[in-house]
T-cell receptor, first 113, second 115 residues
Framework: EAQVTQNPRYLITVTGKKLTVTCSQNMNHEYMSWYRQDPGLGLRQIYYSMNVEVTDKGDVPEGYKVSRKEKRNFPLILESPSPNQTSLYFC????????????FGSGTRLTVV | AQTVTQSQPEMSVQEAETVTLSCTYDTSENNYYLFWYKQPPSRQMILVIRQEAYKQQNATENRFSVNFQKAAKSFSLKISDSQLGDTAMYFCAFMKRNTGNQFYFGTGTSLTVIP
């Protein structure tokens, strides 16, 4: 089954404790992206990647890092999480043509206390 | 910068009736796609329907159809014969092609189908 797998689904952490949210896709997609969803703001792009070793900032990159060492994986790293990063996070992937839109992971609910 | 506006934060509709969700967008691009995504309480993002900007014909998927007005930059979603399972948050999205396929989302419309 074609899918984007995100882990964990839920995460509660403390301010300043580094964490990684994993994302993996099995569709051989070149494009991958991370979004955060906040009430009243919709989904906003954090980082995106057009291929292995190619990443770029989205609209809200501050406080986040990503890497794309393999085509299938695109982890999101919070080096020093803060409470304002409490949010629902989605990983997504697509082909370069983009006609099918993004396939989204099931989301990670992150709470930073 | 691209912006997507959904002016209806909440809507409700009686079961079996028809409802239309509105969406407008602002762009200077010519090469783009438009999408409607559904997010039920399970929070999974589910693609409902998509429209290619260069196609004039409105997209249709079973009970879901769009009214795409390119000049007016409008992209509304019509749900016919509403069902209880249609209760969800609906997001309109604009995708700019060939630059990381960046998506721009509206703030969402929460739709409740009333039995």
């Amino acid at each position: 089954e074609a899918q984007v797998t995100q882990n964990p689904r839920y995460l509660i952490t403390v301010t300043g404790k580094k964490l990684t949210v994993t994302c993996s896709q099995n569709m051989n997609h070149e494009y991958m992206s991370w979004y955060r969803q906040d009430p009243g703001l919709g989904l906003r792009q954090i980082y995106y990647s057009m291929n292995v070793e190619v990443t770029d900032k989205g609209d809200v990159p501050e406080g986040y890092k990503v890497s794309r060492k393999e085509k299938r994986n695109f982890p999101l790293i919070l080096e020093s999480p803060s409470p304002n990063q409490t949010s629902l996070y989605f990983c997504a992937s697509s082909s370069p043509q983009g006609a099918g839109g993004y396939t989204f992971g099931s989301g990670t609910r992150l709470t930073v206390v | 910068a691209q912006t997507v506006t959904q002016s209806q934060p909440e809507m409700s509709v009686q079961e079996a009736e028809t409802v239309t969700l509105s969406c407008t967008y602002d762009t200077s691009e010519n090469n783009y796609y438009l999408f409607w995504y559904k997010q039920p309480p399970s929070r999974q993002m589910i693609l409902v329907i998509r429209q290619e900007a260069y196609k004039q014909q409105n997209a249709t998927e079973n009970r879901f159809s769009v009214n795409f007005q390119k000049a007016a930059k409008s992209f509304s979603l019509k749900i016919s014969d509403s069902q209880l399972g249609d209760t969800a948050m609906y997001f309109c999205a604009f995708m700019k092609r060939n630059t990381g396929n960046q998506f721009y989302f509206g703030t969402g419309t929460s739709l409740t189908v009333i039995p």
